[in-house]
């Protein structure tokens, strides 16, 4: 069984910049496409990026491409989203996700990943 679990959610004020972290359970970590997507209430699940078993490929939404950027460390397990000039707008609860796929595949281009986190909540003040 995998387990995702988020941290470093929190309160932020509108230009700053929050790192979050998803720690992963589970021997086979370093094989998976890990994604991060967000969700803010009355939307519905937004993607936000994805990166390969390597980290040697990344893909964004074009909308936070060049203030998001994901990085993986798979000694720990742990897969990162480090979000910088926060806006408003950037307010929701971010879920990080793995699928043992690889990143150009078909499901998980379409964000059906097999493993979900529980989320953590990001709010940005103006």
């Known amino acids: 069984q995998v387990q995702l679990v988020e941290s470093g959610g929190g309160l932020m004020q509108a230009g700053g910049s929050l790192r979050l972290s998803c720690a992963v359970s589970?021997?086979?970590?370093?094989?998976?496409?890990m994604g991060w997507f967000r969700q803010a209430p009355g939307k519905e699940r937004e993607f936000v990026g994805a990166?390969?078993?390597?980290?040697?490929?990344?893909a964004y939404s074009d909308s936070m491409k060049g203030r998001f950027t994901i990085s993986r460390d798979n000694a720990k397990n742990t897969v990162y989203l480090q979000m910088n000039s926060l806006k408003p707008e950037d307010t929701a609860a971010y879920y990080c996700a793995a699928d043992p796929r690889d990143i150009t595949s078909g499901r998980v281009s379409r964000g059906e990943y097999d493993y979900w986190g529980q989320g953590t909540q990001v709010t940005v003040s103006s």
């Open positions: 990166i390969n078993w390597s980290g040697s490929r990344r």
């Open positions: 589970g021997r086979t970590f370093s094989s998976y496409t």
